[in-house]
């Protein structure tokens, strides 16, 4: 793969681990897990990855200041306030929804790392986002503006090296199984498949998306990826595997599948998933195991993303009480 302009801010290699004993309670195939959530950055999480390409992207071209955007207690903002702050940069947030009654959880680190932090509706996320921007450059400011989820080509093509490193590591599965959103990560790691050689099937759990908009997105994404990696190719959207069924209530709102795939990774593993993206992709994964979805001979690595802090938000304080 072409090499790209990269910082060293993630702890890297992030471990591989075997879970025994949640494959054993589901009778399920040989279960590993690669934990992401243990990039090093402010609790870690996969956005770290991301980071190293985009910052090093942001210093090349003279940036003094970042922006992106989210919900309120998103896990790439968190990441870019702490990566930013890493490197020396000032760092504006755009957060989409209701602002909290309290700090707690990932708004509670944005305000400890330093971020500015601009609120507006949902439907009002991009533009909110533009505006900001376009004054930070009226101003004389030489802004950076990092993408929703850190999803562009540049921040894609961490997962591609991700994938590098995990085949280096000597694991090689049968299917990775994740959470995807704004799909950065699934193309990155659809790119690396491409370029490496990689024979695994590589599935993305819907946290929000529908079926074609998410494909048509990782497939448009892929391709701008493996183009930056140096193999120019062009994907479909019938490349790209998701499964859209687990989306329940829709975007953070986290139920009993969610509940019980935090319970079992916990009481078996002590492994902590998140109830909107770790925890909404590990309630898919367990449920495709137990209908039988992966033959009993295949390996499936889980690829945990992060979402820690998300634990201590006050929304899920009642759920995670009662389960």
Request: negative net charge; proline residues 5%; hydrophobic residues 45%.
């Amino acid at each position: 793969m072409k090499n790209l302009p990269r910082l060293k801010i993630a702890h890297l290699p992030t471990p591989v681990e075997e879970l025994p004993r949640l494959s054993a309670h589901l009778g399920g195939p040989r279960l590993l897990v690669k934990r992401d959530d243990q990039t090093g950055l402010a609790l870690g999480g996969n956005k770290t990855r991301k980071l190293e390409f985009l910052l090093a992207e942001a210093q090349a071209q003279g940036a003094e200041m970042v922006f992106t955007t989210g919900a309120p207690q998103s896990n790439h903002c968190r990441q870019t306030a702490a990566a930013a702050a890493r490197v020396g940069l000032a760092c504006t947030l755009v957060l989409a929804g209701e602002r909290p009654d309290e700090l707690s959880a990932n708004f509670l680190l944005d305000t400890l790392l330093g971020a500015q932090i601009i609120w507006t509706q949902k439907a009002l996320r991009d533009q909110t986002l533009q505006i900001a921007f376009e004054q930070a450059q009226s101003d004389g400011r030489k802004p950076y503006l990092v993408p929703y989820g850190g999803s562009s080509s540049t921040g894609a093509a961490a997962y591609a090296f991700a994938l590098q490193e995990l085949l280096e590591q000597g694991i090689s599965p049968d299917w990775i199984v994740f959470a995807s959103s704004s799909g950065g990560t699934q193309a990155g790691l659809v790119a690396g498949a491409h370029v490496l050689g990689f024979e695994g099937r590589v599935l993305g759990i819907s946290v929000d998306e529908p079926e074609a908009a998410l494909k048509a997105q990782v497939a448009a994404l892929t391709s701008e990826t493996v183009s930056r990696l140096g193999v120019p190719t062009h994907f479909e959207p019938s490349q790209i595997l998701v499964n859209t069924n687990y989306i329940g209530a829709g975007y953070g709102m986290a139920g009993p599948l969610e509940v019980e795939a935090m319970q079992l990774f916990a009481k078996n593993e002590g492994v902590l998933v998140d109830p909107v993206y770790t925890g909404r992709a590990a309630a898919g994964l367990i449920d495709l195991i137990r209908k039988g979805f992966f033959s009993p001979d295949e390996s499936v690595l889980f690829w945990h993303t992060g979402g820690t802090p998300a634990l201590f938000a006050s929304k899920y304080r009642d759920l995670i009480q009662n389960a």
